[in-house]
């Protein structure tokens, strides 16, 4: 097994368009990184990049100590998942799982002993005579990975590969994978594994660090927790989280040493030592807060914005209530239990942030200045 | 799959007695699936009856041949059959159709494997140049036949092929025939590329993941690569008319012809006999292979 480095990595296309800026990304051995962003953040190709399926126009990757830019994909150690699997269709399951140890001249009472391993583990024994297109697609997932796992690859790569499948076999999936993950580790061959999914709930729940990217940059990487609770951007901060993050533009003043925002004609105090946190002295700035950290409170309250009820969702164990704030929308989720059931739509009300959770960003850059430094 | 007809699923609820809209669309469906089929059967007949004439009259005597329009022989001989099989020459039939086999075995593989390799380089490679090759295939795709063969023709008198069969096959051989090399290119666009990126990523080069991945999903392309060049071949009758001039040499096409030739009065009889064996071969390969044949012709049933 092997760490993973990329050094400035570039794409450029032959049309001239720049898929990849230099991204820098190490990722440590037997870790799980997940790569996630919108479509078009250039997500996959990096992950192509990595696998020796797309060429590297600039920069450098290493697996282990081996820069392995000019390497065939075969040579880098490597297996890959894809995301519609990629099974041989003229070929038997059986086949389709050794198709890679038989090319690369292994004995054949290695490959059939792997092949029973592997097929143990994944649970398709039963499945090792069929054709891929006899398969449904949870089993033909579980071929695909069977294919990657064989081959006791150095990196594990994975292209979105439950995006095609439906959201309770989704579910199945990721445990599984994570629980393989888990397992190899626990065997004392712990995977490294770079994983490309556009589901920020695939992200949270697999990776043991997140790689967040948007148009060919990383915007950030951390651990869940961290992107969570401090995203480094505005990016980063509404594309994680559900629902979104709130966002609202507020001028911003100091009383005394107590930051003092305000959106239109509301002006919230912010105690909580935001104060200490916060880098920047711009006038303008964006404030953001989850629609977790808002409470609910009697319109008129001090320190919270004030704004009509547009829209009620009952979701079972909570509600999201959306209000007019100024000019946007705020989400606020209110647990069932904690939810005042004679709320109604034109109804005014108080949505209080909850002080420590308040992120502030930059207007310009998008820069989260409120994480202290 | 949808259904010949167009009747109302008549198993509605199994006991309700029909309403007389369906009833009234049942028999309107029944009415016009009758003329619909009648016009088929009667056009197909049309189509199919000089065939079917030439069937009969192969069993005819050569007396009989011009005396009755039925197709039907009054007293069937297989005497055509005979006659015709030795032929006026010194050889029979049976030289013709070996000869016909040793153009077409070299032809059809060698169109195979070059359309395939070809084809695979148009499809999945970058190189420079490749814009303007392409263009050059098309270019002889569109070119008409004839404008080509006194060149060639010099060009093989040439070389020295001139009454061989090389002439005859080796072109094809070597991706000469565009036309099959772009309806592989087609076809291979239409296949997803992720088999091939999983072979490379199993360590497949390029040559074995031609030969294990691209080559059996082209399968039904390259079998219907086959049959055309297959047909199209036994039936060529230009090409070895002008480059075989030896009788030994004579492929099945040129030999028919040559039974008119020798003859004053024409044994219609045996010219016929022999022209429905000349038409097995080729009935017997399409019947044989018609599932994969038309697998491949409807390039878009590709299953990924």
Redesign the interface.
Known sequence: MADLQLRSVEKTYGNGFKAVHGINLDIEEGEFMVLVGPSGCAKSTTLRMIAGLETITGGEIRIGDQVVNELAPGKRGIAMVFQNYALYPHMKVRKNLSFGLTLAGKPKSEIEEKTAEVSEILEIEELLDRLPKQLSGGQAQRVALGRALIKHPEVFLFDEPLSNLDAKLRASMRVRITDLHKRLRSEGRPATVVYVTHDQVEAMTMGDRICVMKDGHIMQVADPATLYDKPANDFVAGFIGMPEMNFVECSFARDGNVPVLSAGDQQIKVLDGLADRLTTSESTVKLGIRPQHLDIVPAGTENAFTGEITNLEFMGHEVNVYARIGGGTFVCVVPSEDYDSSLKRGDLVGLKPEGQHIHIFDVQSGQNVSLGS | MSSITDLPNPNRDGREPPTALELKLRRKARISSTIRYTLLTVIGLIMVYPLIWLVGASFKTNAEMFSSPSFWPKDATIQGYIDGWKTSTPYTFGTFFLNSLWIIIPKVIGTAVSCTVVAYGFARF?FPGKKFLFVTVIATLLLPNVVTRIPQYLLFRDIGWLDSFLPLWVPSALAGDAFFVFMVIQFLRAI?R??E?????????TF?TLV??VV??L?PALISVCLFQFMWTMNDFLGPLIYISSVEKYPVSLALKLSIDATEAFAWNQILAMSVLALAPSLIVFFAAQKYFIDGISAGGV??
């Open positions: 970058e997803p992720d088999m990126e999983a072979a490379r990523v199993d360590g497949a080069n074995q294990y991945i059996p999903l399968m299953k990924g």
